[in-house]
Structure formats: structure tokens, C-alpha cells
């Protein structure tokens, strides 16, 4: 190895030396900073990190939770002898920290749980690092949101007529449970929000009646560690326009129309024929007498004799 050699190292050397920093920024992670936490529920804090060199499974990575402030006091370890007596058995890794993800579960949240909590990575053999610039800081809620109802105005009869009820959570691994004051067909989903935030949804189907009209329905959420919370709705029910409420009094009018109209006509040739016959049965009669006056005096004084035939055409 000559003198031009040996430099040519120095410098390959250095380079790798210089750009140590920049592989230092391997080591990031994101962490949603804010959370809403119900107290005596669950929270799952969404977390992934990256760190430096070839990716390990998850048995080379032990991942820890602490507190910002005091990262002695662990909150989450493998090993629960380092966990704050407070902690212990209430947090957990979801996901895996081979993928990368250091999503952190907190159970029966204390009010007092508030953090801010950081992550921290150690890889045996390679190095270890606390993600300090993103740590997440919980406010509690001590009782829960309530329900929102989301529904038409009014509701018509017999047909189907949709409620929706929906909660906004952040313990997606204990969903809240939504259940109604009247049951029939229920469908429960769950959407994600992004930031931890979940919404838990459940739809009923109702076929109101009119006895139905301003009944109530109500829709409660029941909440991982026990806490409920519930809101009413008032259906309005409309009577349904029916096409018989058309076809019944059309018929009922057309029929006595016609009915009326047929009696008319019966009456009619009934009292003909009685016309007739007493005219024909005395010929000098009154009524004889007084037809052809009339007779005379309309048509200006023709044949007398004629009226009784010309009645019958
Ligand atoms: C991390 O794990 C949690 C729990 O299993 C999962 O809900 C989430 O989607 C994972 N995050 C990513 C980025 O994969």
C-alpha cells in the first residue's frame, strides 16, 4: 500500500465520518401530540418511529414509553418491574415495532394521566434513542360526549325510516357500544378520523306507525370501563298518501252518479207509461183536456186528435 493509497482511505474515512450526522436523522418518529382520553376508558396513542441501519425484527427492539420529564419513570416496558407502580398492567405496544409502529394503549385512564409521554427505542448491540420532540400530552374528559342523533324531520308510515347515532372515541381497541331503547334492525360500523380519533356509528331501522306519532327514541353509548351517555329523539310520523285515499271517493261518486242516474231514467218510463194509460183510458179526461190545450197554444192550433199519438213516439 503505497502513500497515494493511504490518503485515498483518509478520505474515504472522513467521508463516512462527515456523514454521520445526516444518518443520525434516521431517528424520528411521529407521534400525534395532543389527546383526548376518557377517564376510566382506554386511549391509543398512534406512534411510528425510524431509527438507523438495517431494520430489525421486533424481538431486537425493546420499545418504552416514559415520561418526558422524568425518563427514569417508565410507563410501558417489556420488563413491568421498570414500570411506575401506576402504570403497571395498563399500558401495551399495539402494532409491531419491526413495521416500525410504537402505538402505545392506555387502559382505565386515571385523570392524572395526562404525560406527556415519550417514546424511546433501545436495540441491543446497536444504540438506543428517546424520540423527545414528539411526545404525546393527554387531556381527560371525566364524562363522556354525548351521542349525536342524525335523522330525517319527519317520518312516514310504514315506511322505513333511518336514525343514526354516532359517538367520537379514542379507544378503538375497546369500541363503545351503542344500543337502543327500541331494537330492530341495527347496523354498528366504526370510521377512522386520523390523529386517534375514532367515531363508532350504528344505524336503526324503524317501519313507524301512526300510533308511533311523538314517541321517543333513544340512543346510548356504553363506553369501554363502564361510563354511558345517551340522547333522545322525537319521531314525527305523516300518514301515508295513499292512492286509495283518491280511488274511494271517485268510485263512491261515480257510483251514486250512476245509480242516481238509472232511477231517474226508471222513474222516468214508469210514469210514462201511467201518463199514457190514463190518457188512453178516458179520453175526455181533464188531463186530455188540458194537454191539448197546451198543445194548441204551443205549436199555434193544429190537429186535437192527434196528441194522444204523437205522445207515444
Ligand atoms: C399500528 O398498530 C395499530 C394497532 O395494531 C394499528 O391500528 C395502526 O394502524 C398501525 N399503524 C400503522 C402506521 O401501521
Not at 411521529?30 to 425510524?50: E, G, H, I, Q, R
Request: glycine residues 8%; charged residues 20%; contains cysteine.
Amino acid at each position: 500500500m503505497d502513500q497515494k493509497d493511504k490518503v485515498l482511505i483518509y478520505i474515504w474515512l472522513g467521508i463516512g465520518v462527515l456523514s454521520q450526522p445526516v444518518f443520525s436523522d434516521g431517528w424520528t418518529a411521529t407521534v400525534v401530540k395532543d389527546m383526548t382520553a376518557l377517564v376510566s376508558s382506554c386511549v391509543v396513542v398512534p406512534c411510528s418511529f425510524k431509527y438507523t441501519g438495517a431494520n430489525r425484527p421486533t424481538s431486537r427492539l425493546s420499545g418504552i414509553w416514559h415520561f418526558k420529564e422524568k425518563p427514569k419513570e417508565n410507563i410501558y416496558h417489556e420488563d413491568s418491574v421498570k414500570i411506575v407502580d401506576n402504570f403497571k398492567g395498563r399500558t401495551k405496544l399495539l402494532g409491531s415495532l419491526g413495521e416500525g409502529n410504537c402505538s402505545l394503549m392506555m387502559d382505565q385512564v386515571k385523570d392524572h394521566d395526562n404525560g406527556p409521554f415519550c417514546f424511546r427505542i433501545e436495540i441491543p448491540t446497536h444504540d438506543q434513542y428517546s424520540y423527545v420532540d414528539e411526545c404525546v400530552r393527554i387531556a381527560m374528559l371525566s364524562q363522556p360526549l354525548k351521542p349525536t342523533l342524525l335523522a330525517p324531520k319527519t317520518a312516514t308510515e310504514g315506511e322505513p325510516f333511518t336514525i343514526t347515532c354516532s359517538v367520537m372515541h379514542t379507544c378503538p381497541s375497546e369500541w363503545p357500544s351503542l344500543t337502543w331503547s327500541t331494537g330492530e334492525s341495527i347496523i354498528t360500523y366504526h370510521r377512522n378520523h386520523g390523529l386517534g380519533k375514532w367515531e363508532t356509528l350504528s344505524t336503526l331501522t324503524l317501519l313507524p306507525q301512526e300510533k308511533d306519532d311523538h314517541s321517543e327514541v333513544s340512543c346510548t353509548a356504553n363506553f369501554h370501563g363502564g361510563k354511558t351517555s345517551s340522547e333522545r329523539f322525537q319521531i314525527f310520523v305523516k300518514r301515508k298518501e295513499n292512492i286509495w285515499y283518491i280511488i274511494v271517493p271517485v268510485t263512491v261518486g261515480l257510483g251514486t252518479a250512476v245509480m242516481f242516474g238509472a232511477l231517474c231514467v226508471l222513474m222516468r218510463k214508469k210514469y210514462k207509461r201511467q201518463i199514457v194509460e190514463l190518457q188512453t183510458r178516458s179520453g175526455n179526461s181533464m188531463w186530455n183536456r188540458f194537454s191539448r190545450m197546451s198543445r194548441r197554444f204551443n205549436s199555434g192550433g193544429s190537429e186535437p186528435g192527434s196528441a194522444s199519438t204523437e205522445q207515444r213516439q
